[in-house]
Nanobody, 130 residues
Framework: QVRLVESGGGLVQPGGSLRLSCVASEVTFPYGAIGWFRQAPGKEREGIAC????????YYTDSVKGRFTISTEIAKNTTYLQMNSLKPEDTAVYFC???????????????????????RGRGTQVTVSS
């Protein structure tokens, strides 16, 4: 239904910045929201920043508020995650996901609730270490 490819991960020192990109292609069904998620070893998946496709409403989990910004460039089918003031606890595999829907989906629902209509990419590793 959709192919997602993430890029932009890497090794960065604490306090540094990274910008992740997620390109959507082969989209054969509409989606209502897109989000960035992360999963660290031994931890559950965490929805950290999501955006509703039509309304543009955003949601951020508390741990990244004020440091991360999600944005979309619709003409390029690309969603970005600007990450500033990175901390060692931000180390994880980051991946993007969309939720197929004919209607707009609230950003918080995308981040907090799981759905069988979600499609995700393979992810990109972010390591924050000195």
């Amino acid at each position: 239904q959709v192919r997602l490819v993430e890029s932009g991960g890497g090794l960065v020192q604490p306090g540094g910045s990274l910008r992740l990109s997620c390109v959507a292609s082969e989209v054969t069904f509409p989606y209502g929201a897109i989000g960035w998620f992360r999963q660290a070893p031994g931890k559950e998946r965490e929805g950290i920043a999501c955006i509703s496709k039509t309304s543009g409403g955003t949601y951020y989990t508390d741990s990244v508020k004020g440091r991360f910004t999600i944005s979309t460039e619709i003409a390029k089918n690309t969603t970005y995650l600007q990450m500033n003031s990175l901390k060692p606890e931000d180390t994880a595999v980051y991946f993007c996901a969309v939720r197929l829907s004919l209607w707009d989906i609230p950003a918080q629902d995308m981040c907090v609730l799981t759905s069988g209509d979600d499609y995700r990419g393979r992810g990109t590793q972010v390591t924050v270490s000195s």
